[in-house]
């Protein structure tokens, strides 16, 4: 009865400059479907963080063979809807039931559970694999009992070194949110400067 978000959330996605001018010229961003998404797949945004955005920008454009050449930031105004919460003890719960869910059908075919792992020394689980499937699974039981499904999911995560010594605050701390359902995303916009004559409300 108290785990929907009432609230709208603005949201901002890292990106290329020619797709962040696309979408706000009426495009729409294509959901992502990799099997190491941290939050399953859809439509990923960092929470109330444009720095934590651009930065994600920049990384993405050190890679080899990236699409992103001018990193870029775009805003987004967000209903969660029905939202797997898990900053909600209530819908972290959920993750056990679609932990069992996922390990009866992987070995009913026989497979292996996927795995999350580190990437080189990082220590941060950067392909959550196994993550992802258990949130896939989520939505694939809803869609299996013919029960409401979740259009967004959100969750908090520590990442990085710590902030100072014996600090337990981590420097890329944020608040991820990926959409399933694209109605969710009531609008998209450039993000602008703050006018320094004024405060910010």
Same mark, same amino acid.
């Given at each position: 009865?108290?785990?929907?978000?009432?609230?709208?959330?603005?949201?901002?996605?890292?990106?290329?400059?020619?797709?962040?001018?696309?979408? @706000?010229?009426?495009?729409?961003?294509?959901?992502?479907?990799?099997?190491?998404?941290? %939050?399953? &797949?859809?439509?990923?945004?960092?929470?109330?963080?444009?720095? =934590?955005?651009?930065?994600?920008? @920049?990384?993405?454009?050190? =890679?080899?063979?990236?699409? @992103?050449?001018?990193?870029?930031?775009?805003?987004?105004?967000?209903? *969660?809807?029905?939202? %797997?919460?898990?900053?909600? /003890?209530? &819908?972290?719960?959920?993750?056990?039931?679609?932990?069992?869910?996922?390990?009866?059908?992987?070995?009913?075919?026989?497979?292996?559970?996927? =795995?999350?792992?580190? @990437?080189?020394?990082?220590?941060?689980? *950067?392909? /959550?694999?196994?993550?992802?499937?258990?949130?896939?699974?989520? &939505?694939?039981?809803? /869609?299996?009992?013919?029960?409401?499904?979740?259009?967004?999911? /959100?969750?908090?995560?520590?990442?990085?070194?710590?902030?100072?010594?014996?600090?337990?605050? =981590?420097?890329?701390? &944020?608040?991820?949110?990926?959409?399933?359902?694209?109605?969710?995303?009531?609008?998209?916009?450039?993000?602008?400067?703050?006018?320094?004559?004024?405060?910010?409300?």
């Amino acid at each position: 009865m108290y785990s929907k978000i009432s609230n709208i959330v603005l949201a901002f996605h890292g990106c290329d400059k020619n797709i962040c001018d696309s979408v @706000v010229n009426g495009g729409s961003l294509q959901p992502s479907t990799n099997d190491y998404d941290w %939050l399953g &797949h859809g439509v990923y945004f960092w929470e109330s963080d444009p720095v =934590r955005a651009y930065e994600w920008a @920049v990384q993405l454009s050190k =890679r080899v063979k990236s699409n @992103v050449h001018t990193p870029a930031v775009l805003g987004a105004i967000i209903d *969660l809807g029905r939202c %797997l919460d898990l900053t909600n /003890r209530q &819908h972290i719960e959920m993750l056990s039931l679609g932990y069992d869910w996922l390990k009866q059908s992987y070995k009913n075919e026989g497979k292996p559970l996927p =795995r999350n792992e580190n @990437v080189g020394s990082n220590n941060d689980w *950067l392909m /959550r694999n196994l993550d992802c499937a258990v949130i896939e699974g989520i &939505h694939a039981m809803a /869609r299996e009992e013919k029960l409401q499904g979740f259009d967004s999911v /959100r969750c908090m995560f520590t990442e990085g070194g710590h902030v100072y010594d014996g600090s337990s605050f =981590r420097e890329k701390t &944020h608040i991820q949110i990926c959409v399933v359902n694209p109605n969710c995303i009531k609008g998209y916009f450039l993000p602008r400067e703050a006018d320094s004559e004024y405060n910010i409300p």
